[in-house]
């Protein structure tokens, strides 16, 4: 009898956060593959969200919860990696792990104990904990490029040793691993430029059936019924644009309403309501829950335009093409791109159904904005176009097969 591979797949993060992950688990299942997924339990609150990916997945599952007690250790760990760092000019890659996501070693012992034939990792403590385990079991890895992990925050570029540890360990990593992924092209073409590697661009999108069954329609916005302006993320915080919006909206005509789902900062979104009234908006800003990644699309559908406001600062941000550009086109509604690199390029893509604007004016932007949700043949026909050009090119469903070929290139014959 055939014995098909085993895939672990490991990410650092709660399992519900990584919809990549889950896509990508799927995928191999339905492929015929055995898959089982290593993951952190880190955010409390993400936790019942965990449990319902886990009740409806057809691969198995392994939680890696790390204590209080633990949490000390890691802590001090990560310390003294860090001052090892500080000391070494060539610093193998177990220390620079641990100078970066030192809790790596419980998500690679968890890995090692399945002995999978191959180890997918995702995020840096994901790539750390594959290797780690594909060495333990004398197997192969892969990895996932979901972000741009040298400047993929503004603490990672402004601390010397944290980029150098981040530098350190991928110089090791990446190109023993036998396949690599990349969530955007500019991503995959920034690695080439300083890794020499070639990563596969494998894009954040959403399964066709996820979508509305017809691009949603809408009557004319008016004060009582106003144009719904939508952004989500995992979590409601700074450096993602949304203070530009604000100044935005103020300048509008359109009555309009900003709309947040995600975990929220509270002080955050207190400081964000207070700036609404300050600048004069007619409504406060709408703080809606958070939602399981497989609702994204079906959420985003009750809206009127979708908001992919990134900033180009850090590096990755203006890289990154994020999973909310593709859900936007799944639900059938236009987006609002700001001017990053990444999203200029693909912005030719997308065609009507996305808006380039630049938050640094505002007053342009706002203007644009009217111009578009005033002409009601413009906006059913940009809904059209996004759900059209999601259906036939942006989804999961085309994009899966580049995914499986380029790892099944890597996995062991079945025997």
Request: with cysteine.
């Amino acid at each position: 009898m055939t014995r098909s591979a085993l895939v672990c797949i490991i990410t650092p993060g709660n399992v519900s956060s990584a919809p990549r992950v889950i896509k990508e688990a799927d995928a191999l299942v339905a492929a015929g593959h055995r898959v089982h997924v290593v993951a952190g339990r880190n955010f409390a609150p993400a936790i019942p969200f965990d449990e319902q990916v886990i009740a409806r997945s057809r691969w198995e599952y392994t939680a890696v919860a790390v204590s209080s007690g633990a949490r000390l250790i890691t802590r001090m760990t990560r310390l003294a990696a860090r001052a090892r760092m500080a000391r070494m000019q060539s610093p193998p890659p177990e220390v620079a792990a641990r100078a970066v996501h030192a809790p790596f070693g419980p998500l690679a012992s968890a890995a090692a104990r399945l002995g999978a034939d191959y180890f997918v990792g995702h995020g840096l403590g994901g790539m750390s904990a594959a290797a780690s385990a594909a060495d333990t079991c004398r197997k192969s890895f892969g990895i996932d490029l979901e972000d741009f992990h040298d400047a993929e925050t503004e603490a990672a570029t402004r601390d010397p040793i944290e980029r150098k540890a981040r530098h350190a360990l991928q110089r090791a990593l990446l190109p023993r691993a036998r396949h690599l992924t990349a969530a955007a092209p500019l991503i995959a073409q920034e690695y080439e430029k300083r890794y020499d590697v070639r990563p596969t661009v494998v894009l954040n999108v959403f399964p066709r059936h996820e979508a509305p069954a017809t691009p949603p329609t809408r009557p004319a916005f008016s004060a009582a019924n106003p144009a719904r302006l939508y952004w989500f993320s995992q979590t409601i915080g700074p450096g993602r644009g949304l203070e530009a919006v604000v100044a935005i909206i103020a300048r509008m005509r359109t009555p309009v309403e900003l709309q947040l789902r995600g975990f929220a900062d509270s002080s955050y979104v207190a400081t964000m309501q207070s700036r609404a009234r300050a600048m004069g908006l007619a409504r406060p800003v709408a703080e809606l829950p958070p939602a399981p990644a497989s609702e994204m699309v079906r959420l985003a559908a009750a809206a009127d335009l979708g908001l992919s406001v990134e900033e180009s600062m850090p590096l990755n941000r203006d890289l990154c093409l994020t999973n909310k550009v593709f859900a936007y086109l799944l639900a059938g509604i236009p987006q609002l791109l700001s001017r990053t690199s990444a999203q200029v390029a693909v912005a030719p893509e997308l065609g009507s159904a996305a808006l380039l604007g630049a938050l640094d004016d505002p007053t342009a932007t706002a203007a644009m904005l009217d111009a578009f949700l005033g002409d009601a043949t413009r906006v059913t026909q940009a809904r059209l176009h996004a759900w059209k050009v999601a259906q036939e090119r942006y989804c999961w469903d085309a994009e899966k097969e580049i995914f499986l070929r380029t790892i099944g290139s890597a996995l062991p014959r079945p025997t």
